[in-house]
């Protein structure tokens, strides 16, 4: 049954098709998907060349919060099998996308995703929140200093529960906390240069992952 994009508030039939016919991987693939927002989605737009002839599956949706990304968590990630799931989530619910929220409603929701990923047998990989000066969309948040702490209750979650911590911030970060301009075509999501940035981070990260 496809819902209507009124009715379907995560956005949950965005991929149905593609994961319908992607079917399960082979016996020695080992598939990663990349479950995210714009950051995720605009990765294959910037860098198609990451994406192909390896069993990574881009599941990002632009302006997606958490609770969005849990929802579909099951259709998009746990359905296709994976290996790894690389988590990249948390700016748009600093940016209010979906109303207000907390860093710990954040957190919730994240570690919600990383509990549903191990109870299915697929390796978890949550990645720092990229920095942000300010938001081009809501200016005047003052976002930098919450994505600061936020990173630092994903990353203590994540060395409690011997989860790979995935740290693109410190890589990334210019002297005012926000992303440098280099990276960066509006401040907030990376350009190709700023993937070229991320692309060894995650490989190694993945390849921890898959050797635990």
Excluded: C
């Excluded at 099951?74 to 994976?82: C, E, F, H, K, S």
Aim: zero cysteines; glycine letters at 6%.
């Amino acid at each position: 049954m496809q819902l209507s994009h009124a009715q379907d508030w995560a956005n949950t039939a965005r991929f149905q098709m593609e994961n319908d016919s992607i079917g399960l991987p082979t016996k020695d693939e080992s598939r990663v998907v990349f479950m995210g927002n714009s950051i995720t989605e605009g990765w294959k737009s910037f860098r198609p060349e990451f994406f192909e002839n390896q069993s990574f599956v881009n599941r990002g949706i632009g302006g997606q919060t958490t609770p969005q990304m849990l929802v579909r968590f099951r259709p998009d990630v746990i359905a296709l099998t994976p290996k790894v799931v690389v988590i990249l989530a948390g700016v748009n619910d600093i940016a209010g996308n979906t109303g207000p929220s907390t860093l710990e409603m954040i957190m919730d929701n994240i570690i919600s995703m990383a509990e549903l990923a191990k109870a299915n047998d697929i390796k978890v990989i949550l990645s720092s929140v990229l920095p942000a000066f300010d938001f081009s969309w809501k200016p005047g948040l003052e976002p930098s200093g919450k994505i600061i702490n936020l990173n630092k209750m994903i990353k203590k979650y994540a060395d409690n529960n011997e989860i790979i911590y995935l740290d693109y911030f410190s890589s990334m970060v210019d002297e005012r906390n926000g992303l440098k301009d280099e990276y960066t075509y509006d401040g907030v999501h990376p350009n190709a240069e700023g993937y070229k940035v991320m692309e060894p981070l995650v490989l190694e990260a993945i390849e921890k992952a898959l050797a635990k």
